[in-house]
């Protein structure tokens, strides 16, 4: 396949099975992680986990700007109050039901203060999105530069940087604030960069290809993925580039996984075992992502433990990567019930009803 063809967008409505793919392979880091935090109780072991915590949610979030970006929409208000409560119906109605499930099975059926916090016991992303949907639905329809370009995105950009930001500031004196701040999770709010990253290159998208298919600049980036890999830490960190680090890393993060699964497409294809895995669990993130909690192993301190006093990455990636496709195995089965009744399917899963396809 020549550059060309490479670089064209599918026709509207029809999926592009590289990025299904790639939230089928996010969806397993995610799980992968949570395997390493829930179920050995120390996410400080030696892991590959510690290099893909800098990308994968910045690249989960990606997917969602890219996936919003649509040519020719028109953030008017009579697509925003349509749009807006649509969303709220399959982000937020969903996860505080599956939330309280949680709650109900783990909590002793008590909502502590820590599940209510910042991460609300994992239940965040979707919350965290729905706020994403409002500040760039607000940003769209109250940009004066609506349609003109440059002008249009730098608004964007203006916004996303004024929320990252504000993201920044975790403390405050006043214990009221700094309680809001903590229970609404606003230092989630700096995923917003990412958000908006993929609404511009789904945009850009055929520029992007040109750049990453320059042998210069992809050897630029993955010099300078390396070097974040290398000196992030001690050096880094140690001047304070904490912001830097975080939206550079996830930057090129995205940029490599991105660039790899759309070179190479036909190894993702539905037309191979491994694509259709990825893909399918890729459509179905949602599902997975609420479920998982639920079938998470618990109490697995004895294999941290050992993997933290004979560190062996790689053993260790192979272990819990096999562990997490077993959760998503249940996980993908447990919807397949559920989605049996068009009701729950529609309700739990925000998949269209019969009456709106």
């Known amino acids: 396949m020549n550059m060309e063809q490479t670089a064209q967008l599918p026709e509207k409505k029809k999926r592009i099975e590289y990025i299904d793919a790639m939230r089928g392979f996010t969806m397993i880091l995610v799980v992968y992680s949570h395997i390493i935090f829930f179920g050995y109780?120390?996410?400080?072991?030696?892991?590959?986990?510690?290099?893909?915590?800098?990308?994968r949610m910045p690249l989960f979030f990606f997917i969602s700007g890219w996936v919003l970006y649509k040519v020719g929409r028109s953030w008017d208000w009579n697509?925003?109050?349509?749009?807006?409560?649509?969303?709220?119906?399959?982000?937020?109605?969903?996860?505080?039901?599956?939330?309280?499930i949680f709650i109900y099975f783990f909590r002793d059926m008590h909502i502590t203060k820590e599940a209510l916090g910042p991460s609300k016991s994992g239940y965040w992303f979707t919350l965290t999105l729905f706020e994403f949907f409002l500040i760039y639905a607000a940003t769209m329809f109250l940009n004066p530069f609506k349609n003109q370009g440059i002008k249009e995105d730098l608004v964007v950009i203006v916004v996303a940087s004024v929320v990252y930001f504000f993201s920044s500031f975790r403390e405050h004196s006043n214990p009221v604030v700094a309680d809001v701040y903590h229970y609404l999770g606003i230092n989630y709010l700096r995923y917003y960069v990412f958000f908006c990253l993929g609404t511009f290159i789904k945009k850009y998208y055929e520029g992007f290809c040109r750049l990453m298919d320059?042998?210069?600049?992809m050897a630029l980036v993955l010099m300078s993925l390396l070097g974040m890999i290398m000196f992030s830490g001690p050096l880094l960190y140690h001047l304070h580039a904490i912001t830097f680090v975080f939206v550079v890393y996830g930057t090129l993060g995205i940029m490599v996984v991105l660039t790899?699964?759309?070179?190479?497409?036909?190894?993702v294809s539905s037309q191979t075992v491994l694509g259709r895995y990825l893909q399918f669990i890729g459509r179905r993130t949602l599902d997975v992502y609420l479920l998982h909690y639920l079938f998470l192993p618990r109490h697995l301190e004895m294999v941290g433990a050992f993997f933290k006093e004979n560190p062996n990455p790689v053993l260790e990636f192979f272990v819990s990567v096999f562990l997490a496709c077993l959760v998503i195995i249940v996980c993908l089965t447990v919807s397949e019930v559920l989605r049996m009744s068009p009701f729950l399917e529609h309700r739990l899963f925000g998949v269209k009803s019969q009456k709106t396809k």
């Open 260 to 267: 790899f699964f759309r070179k190479h497409e036909n190894r």
């Open 79 to 100: 697509f925003i109050k349509d749009f807006l409560p649509k969303k709220f119906m399959v982000q937020i109605i969903p996860t505080v039901f599956f939330f309280l």
């Open 214 to 217: 320059n042998k210069y600049v």
């Open 41 to 55: 109780g120390d996410d400080s072991i030696t892991s590959f986990n510690s290099f893909f915590v800098n990308f």
